[in-house]
């Protein structure tokens, strides 16, 4: 038996009933159903069965609803009935090693920013990987909802959205966050379409909106945003850590799109938002653009010269100087823990396992700040690392 708040995971899975419409269950915590509000399903077009599970408890009373399937849905019951839910301390979601916040010691105001409508800005100096905010979701939903042609939306979608708004206590709140589809879109698909963040949920593409969180723009002063979002399974928690100390008065800015591409590619990822981008980086000279670009480029090239047969150990040793040299100019601290692991997994097939481990050791630092401490990437790191000691102990004796 595992206490319930040092590891919700194990109540979820097989152990929780999957309520669906066959199965119906009225809320019952002995039972070991959260769900406070009653169950709509409905089969849509694209696949099977869809329901509506809420909780009117969930984040102190602001709620959530989840459009999933049951197994989903089961699967996130251990964290929806977590006795000390991480919403309650939200002090403790820091990564370890990063300064931690009060709840009451905000360090933003969420004001209009010229161009963007609203946005986040600092009130006071904000040190580089503190915890700026945490977000708990007000809905998640299963990113088949959401095809990318729009036109093949399944209609009976629109149903679920509805009931998940109407079961949401704070359903202003929500309505209130940015659109940008308009007309002809249910207002619940517009916006999580402008806002929601890509999150993973017992192994299932899902979309996380995050009220908070959703206030934050796109930006970019030439380099990565001035701060970076990050998901933990375990309490479906979303936090923004500053990747840079922030001065008062400034704009904070996360990355809609993934890090470390070019403008063509950034203004194409964009588009999908229906804005014109008003962030430092797309309003930068031509030049400053171009040079950034051609770093990025460079990066790419590097990447494939160090796993090319043909490269010497010499050769490979130049150019991982040269590559994190790059990341650094860049500013890509949050792809740090990425880049260390491929370096680690490159000097591995060079035969250089005790590189390959000091790489290693240093990407699960960095993964452990920027990513989920418990999801796939953390865990393959460390199962990388102890392939690696247990090779290098056996080399030893
Ligand atoms: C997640 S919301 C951000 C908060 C939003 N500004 C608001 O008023 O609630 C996304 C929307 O903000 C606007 N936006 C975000 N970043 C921007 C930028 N760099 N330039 C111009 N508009 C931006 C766009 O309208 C976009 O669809």
Not at 156 to 174: S, V
Not at 376 to 390: P, S, V, Y
Request: proline share 7%.
């Amino acid at each position: 038996w595992t206490p319930v708040s040092l590891s919700p995971q194990p109540l979820a899975g097989k152990c929780t009933p999957l309520v669906d419409d066959h199965t119906p269950a009225t809320p019952s915590a002995s039972k070991g159903i959260p769900w406070t509000q009653p169950l709509y399903c409905a089969t849509i077009e694209v696949a099977e069965k869809f329901c509506v599970y809420s909780s009117s408890t969930f984040n102190d009373g602001s709620g959530i609803s989840l459009i999933a399937k049951p197994e989903t849905a089961a699967g996130v019951v251990g964290v929806i009935q977590d006795p000390m839910p991480a919403w309650r301390s939200r002090r403790h979601i820091a990564p370890s090693g990063c300064p931690r916040i009060k709840l009451d010691d905000l360090s933003y105001t969420v004001i209009p920013v010229p161009g963007k409508g609203l946005g986040v800005v600092a009130t006071r100096r904000i040190t580089q990987l503190e915890t700026i905010m945490t977000s708990f979701p007000a809905i998640i939903a299963d990113n088949e909802l959401f095809p990318s042609d729009e036109d093949e939306r399944p209609a009976r979608a629109d149903r679920l959205f509805q009931r998940a708004l109407d079961q949401l206590p704070d359903q202003e709140r929500f309505l209130s966050l940015a659109r940008s589809k308009g007309e002809g879109v249910h207002p619940v698909d517009d916006v999580i379409r402008t806002n929601a963040f890509g999150i993973t949920v017992d192994g299932r593409d899902m979309k996380g909106l995050y009220p908070e969180i959703a206030e934050q723009n796109w930006g970019s002063r030439l380099t990565p945003s001035s701060a970076y979002s990050r998901f933990t399974t375990k309490d479906l928690a979303m936090s923004v850590l500053a990747t840079r100390d922030i001065e008062p008065g400034e704009e904070i800015t996360i990355s809609y799109v993934p890090l470390g591409i070019t403008t063509t590619q950034r203004t194409r990822k964009l588009s999908n938002w229906g804005f014109n981008c008003s962030c430092e980086l797309c309003s930068a000279p031509p030049e400053a653009r171009e040079a950034s670009d051609q770093r990025r480029e460079r990066m790419v090239e590097v990447y494939y010269a160090m796993q090319d047969e043909s490269t010497s150990y010499n050769t490979l040793v130049e150019l991982t100087r040269e590559f994190i040299k790059l990341a650094q100019v860049e500013r890509l601290l949050a792809k740090v823990g990425e880049y260390y692991q491929a370096l680690m997994r490159i000097y591995y097939g060079f035969g250089d396992a005790e590189t390959a481990r000091k790489y290693g050791q240093a990407s699960l630092k960095f993964a452990e700040i920027f990513s989920d401490p418990d999801g796939g990437f953390c865990a393959g790191i460390r199962r990388d690392l102890r392939q690696l000691n247990e090779e290098l102990s056996e080399r030893r004796n």
